[in-house]
């Protein structure tokens, strides 16, 4: 056990381990820019690695790490043995690119890990320190090139044209000589399928979800967290069971149902079905924040003369706005993205929801490049809202698990 937390041992693991992650990406993230072919080299990423994990002990300055981690990539890659490999007709310049991407995300983050501590025997904090360091440096590039990729992939190949994706269906790379000819798809998505109106009415049928479920939920969720009867407890406990049924097992009920009584194919089927499955999350969600709120005054409101719905109105949702706008974006997104519920009901393409209408795409007659262009649609607006108010969202739930 102490030799293995000798500094000495430790720092070329850990850089040989990273230098696999780094070199990996790298090749990825180039292969995809450049069309070209990069792959990551186990020789090299044992000599740079270990290397350069060994010298962030000894060198304080993270750049000069960096700097030798890209000249030793950039040299190996030219005689054939670097941590990142190329195909036939790879430039030069691609490969400095790609030796200064793997310098830099190798030098720094080492220096970060590993700077600072001994050569020697390590104590157990920093052993400790070290391993952390790496598992979480490895989670945030893991975790983001899932995330990333899959994205790019999509919008790069609603970019192209039918014959591009015909000739290479894996070259990822687009021609910026074609201009706004790029947005072709878009364009035609717009002007032949009717993705405006798909817009629309996804955004009519979330709102109007929004609305529905704060309706119910809020006096709902108050009742549960202040007022006294009987199945209250059991009630309060049982809000999420409806989660415990599979939506695919209620959906044949409800189609029955709904073509029994004439709400399939209509919106107003999906606005009083979509409340069904967002009104128990949302009560959760409130309950906990509600009980967290001082009772002493809603109380004295009751005195001045308030009535028990004046109170939730004019005391508890304004106190509660946090949580309120946290469950009103999750509601709309849990809305938005909703897709079995309007795959079965809807059948008109007129009254289609924007997921509804992104399914229809996928067909043998739709070029593909049309259906990732409608993918791109209906992520990007709710992922721009998300960023926007993630920050009302976090501090919303945060409280209510807090003072709940």
Do not use: C
């Not at 070329?12 to 090749?27: H, K, N, Q, R, S």
């Not at 269906?169 to 405006?196: C, K, N, V």
């Amino acid at each position: 056990m102490h030799t293995i937390r000798k500094g000495a041992v430790i720092a070329p693991v850990i850089g040989l381990l990273w230098l696999l992650v780094i070199a990996t990406t790298v090749a990825v993230a180039m292969s995809f820019a450049t069309g070209a072919a990069f792959r990551p080299g186990l020789a090299g990423s044992v000599l740079i690695g270990a290397g350069i994990g060994y010298g962030a002990l000894r060198l304080p300055n993270r750049w000069l790490l960096a700097a030798a981690a890209a000249v030793a990539s950039f040299v190996l890659t030219l005689i054939g043995a670097g941590a990142v490999l190329v195909g036939e007709g790879v430039s030069i310049l691609s490969i400095l690119i790609a030796s200064l991407l793997l310098g830099i995300g190798v030098g720094l983050p080492l220096a970060s890990m590993l700077g600072g501590h001994p050569a020697g025997e390590m104590t157990r904090h920093e052993f400790e320190e070290v391993v952390i360091g790496f598992l979480t440096g490895f989670g945030y590039v893991f975790f983001t090139a899932i995330v990333i990729i899959p994205f790019y992939v999509m919008v790069m190949t609603s970019l192209k044209s039918q014959q591009a994706l015909l000739g290479n269906p894996l070259d990822f790379t687009i021609d910026l000589s074609q201009g706004w000819g790029l947005f072709r798809s878009y364009a035609e998505l717009f002007r032949d399928f009717h993705f405006g109106t798909y817009l629309w009415t996804s955004f009519f049928v979330s709102v109007l979800t929004v609305f529905i479920t704060l309706l119910f939920s809020v006096p709902g969720a108050y009742a549960v967290a202040r007022l006294r009867f009987r199945g209250r407890a059991a009630f309060s406990r049982s809000i999420l069971l409806i989660y415990m049924v599979p939506m695919i097992v209620v959906v044949l009920p409800i189609y029955i149902v709904y073509s029994m009584t004439g709400l399939r194919n209509t919106l107003f089927g999906l606005v009083l079905i979509y409340p069904v499955t967002t009104i128990p999350v949302a009560l959760y969600m409130l309950q906990g924040y509600f009980r967290g709120l001082p009772a002493e005054v809603e109380e004295a409101g009751l005195m001045d003369g308030l009535s028990r719905l004046q109170v939730i109105w004019k005391i508890t949702m304004p106190l509660s706005l946090p949580a309120l706008a946290s469950v009103s974006l999750y509601v709309f997104m849990i809305a938005w993205n909703e897709f079995l519920l309007a795959f079965m009901l809807l059948d008109d393409p007129s009254k289609f929801t924007l997921t509804r209408g992104v399914a229809m795409l996928n067909s043998s007659e739709v070029p593909r490049q049309h259906l990732m262009a409608g993918a791109v649609i209906a992520t990007v607006p709710i992922m721009v809202l998300f960023l926007g108010l993630e920050k009302f969202m976090t501090r919303g739930l945060t409280a209510g698990s807090v003072k709940g």
